[in-house]
């Protein structure tokens, strides 16, 4: 065998090793001595010539510690790197189990990140048994209850993911959706109490309640049964509207209109 392609297979089962232990660490010191190993072979693109160790194996690999470690920006440069393989060389090699999964993953990426336009340029590009697979259904569907406003819906979908490393994502997912309906809830009202507030944010508890608000609004004020949001409001910052710069910019645009025609 080729002593290069002999000390990636080494390299890639000590990476392995290391993921199966849990040790992170390790995992990222030994994915960036693979990538650089994997720069001498002719089997990366745009060429994909047959080599006998599965690079995109590697890259598969490489996205699913990104999850591990929950680093978004590593996961998309990982899976920009291993997409080629899906799209590009999919007649050249066997089709991959974790295909399907990984695709979905990145939906889910983009629909935490809010970036619907690339969501659906994504499923634009997925064929008709892609997406009937559970992995992109499950994708679709987040996306189509986050823009009916039903949030139940996607924080129910937690407890029924097609795989267990769409957790992460799905925690993000469910915080996106808090904090949309706790903006919402602070502008329409006053007070609520602590019972409505915890069904209002799809909390199971009053313990849950006051966790989340202890982390990410101590603004709020909880006390004798309600939460008080009447300090975030008062300490939200008024805009004052420079009223005669903008109609003197009117009158100006008045003048020059007349000009012209």
């Known amino acids: 065998m080729d002593p290069k392609l002999t000390e990636v297979s080494q390299q890639f089962d000590r990476f392995k090793a290391a993921m199966t232990r849990k040790d992170y660490n390790t995992c990222t010191q030994l994915l960036s001595q693979l990538k650089v190993l994997l720069t001498g072979f002719r089997s990366l693109p ?35 790197q291993l997409k080629p393989y899906y799209t590009d060389a999919g007649k050249r090699l066997p089709p991959s189990p974790n295909e399907y999964m990984i695709l979905g993953l990145n939906l889910l990426r983009l629909l935490v990140q809010n970036r619907i336009a690339e969501f659906h340029t994504e499923l634009e590009l997925l064929s008709s048994t892609a997406l009937e697979n559970p992995c992109i259904k499950h994708a679709v569907e987040l996306e189509q209850s986050f823009m009916e406003g039903a949030y139940n819906r996607v924080l129910s979908a937690k407890q029924n993911v097609p795989n267990e490393t769409y957790g992460y ?43 989340y608000v202890k982390e990410e609004h101590p603004e709020w004020e909880m006390k004798d049964g309600f939460v008080f949001f009447q300090k975030a409001k008062d300490s939200a910052p008024c805009k004052e509207i420079p009223s005669l710069q903008l109609i003197n910019q009117t009158l100006s645009y008045a003048r020059e209109l007349e000009r012209i025609v």
């Open 169 to 211: 994502f799905m925690d993000l997912l469910a915080k996106t959706v808090r904090d949309e309906i706790a903006g919402c809830s602070e502008k329409a009202y006053d007070y609520l109490s602590i019972k409505d507030a915890g069904q209002m944010l799809l909390f199971t508890s009053d313990q849950e309640l006051l966790e």
């Open 46 to 80: 745009p060429l994909f010539e047959d080599t006998p160790n599965a690079i995109w194996d590697i890259y598969e690999h490489a996205v699913l510690l990104s999850v591990k470690v929950e680093d978004q920006d590593a996961f998309e440069r990982d899976f920009f």
